[in-house]
């Protein structure tokens, strides 16, 4: 059984910090792409940031240099560091495998910022 379990989110001020993480199973972790979604309410869920299969990495122009994507495939773990965080970082994070088309999601973590 694919699942992909995310954890870590929470409540943090403004320019505070918070690291997700998102734990793998049922499937070859190591040859998918992981990615980070978020959604805030009443918006589309957006794209935040890919490690490949390889390790490249790629962010949304609106977190680049604030977050960091990184992997552990050994633990089959993708994590997503996240400094200097804003009010409109607020959402829900989605953890997001992908290889070939195939997709899987995780159930989302709640992130909120706010003083």
């Known amino acids: 059984q694919v699942q992909l379990v995310e954890s870590g989110g929470g409540l943090v001020q403004p320019g505070g910090s918070l690291r997700l993480s998102c734990v793998a199973s049922?499937?070859?972790?190591?040859?998918?792409?992981m990615n980070w979604y978020r959604q805030a309410p009443g918006k589309e869920r957006e794209f935040i940031a890919a490690?490949?299969?390889?390790?490249?990495?790629s962010y949304a122009v609106s977190v680049t240099g604030r977050f960091t994507i990184s992997r552990e495939n050994a633990k089959k773990m993708v994590y997503l560091q996240m400094n200097s965080l804003k009010v409109e970082d607020t959402a829900v994070y989605y953890c997001?495998?992908?290889?070939?088309?195939?997709?899987?999601w995780g159930q989302g973590t709640q992130v909120t910022v706010s003083s």
């Open positions: 490690i490949s299969a390889g390790g490249t990495t």
């Open positions: 049922g499937f070859t972790f190591s040859s998918y792409a």
């Open positions: 997001n495998g992908n290889r070939m088309g195939r997709q899987y």
